[in-house]
């Protein structure tokens, strides 16, 4: 199965602008929305951003998602120490019939 | 207060078959489409499965086709993944979960196949 490859890390201080990237293909990303995860280690993956940039309730405004061509970024406004976690970038693939996630990046707060 | 709560998991030798169950309440759980998602440990997510509402379409990863089978009843709020000639590759723990956009997810259950 394929998976989409994201960056294995990143990391800024507090306050600083993180961008993570996810790349994909005509048959998910450049078809179809891209979803973001945010994970804790020992827990489930929580939804933070859907369709055109959506986030669920409660997920604050530094989280934005974009999208261009085939490939899709999440952005971190003001890092703040609770954003250190693990994100995952996800998307049905429409060529597989298949639910395809990122490789994941590691985000530390300096 | 929505709940999924799996499970079933367990230390299962290779070859060795397994079913999980995952348990639903506190939303409408015939009106959602349900997935499981694993995780092995240390490593990122991987989609294993996916069921409509109604029981039809099932889409596999290709990693668990023919190995694999989900299956659900409404009537029992209840979702079940049965695992067969399990692999020590399927180690895992395993999430049963709506995904986006109701994004509900359970606590996940530890499938471990080891000899």
């Known amino acids: 199965q394929s998976v989409l490859p994201q960056p294995p890390s990143a990391s800024g201080t507090p306050g600083q602008r993180v961008t993570i990237s996810c790349s994909g293909s005509s048959s998910n990303i450049g078809s179809i929305y891209v979803y973001w995860y945010q994970q804790f280690p020992g827990t489930a993956p929580k939804l933070l951003i859907y369709?055109?940039?959506q986030r669920p309730s409660g997920v604050p405004d530094r989280f934005s998602g974009s999208e261009s061509g085939t490939s899709a970024s999440l952005v971190i406004s003001g890092l703040r120490s609770e954003d250190e976690a693990d994100y995952y970038c996800a998307a049905w693939d429409e060529s597989l019939s298949a639910y395809v996630f990122g490789t994941g990046t590691k985000v530390t707060v300096l | 207060e929505v709940r999924l709560v799996e499970s079933g998991g367990g230390l299962v030798q290779p070859g060795g078959s397994l079913r999980l169950s995952c348990a639903a309440s506190?939303?409408?759980?015939?009106?959602?489409?349900m997935n499981w998602v694993r995780q092995a440990p240390g490593k990122g997510l991987e989609w294993v499965s996916y069921i409509s509402n109604s029981g039809s379409p099932i889409y596999y990863a290709d990693s668990v086709r023919g190995r694999f089978t989900i299956s659900r009843d409404n009537a029992k709020n209840s979702l079940y993944l049965q695992m067969n000639s399990l692999r020590e590759e399927d180690t895992a723990v395993y999430y049963c979960?709506?995904?986006?956009?109701?994004?509900?997810w359970g606590q996940g259950t530890l499938v471990t196949v080891s000899s």
């Open positions: 369709g055109n940039n």
């Open positions: 506190g939303f409408t759980f015939s009106s959602y489409n």
């Open positions: 979960a709506t995904m986006a956009p109701s994004d509900y």
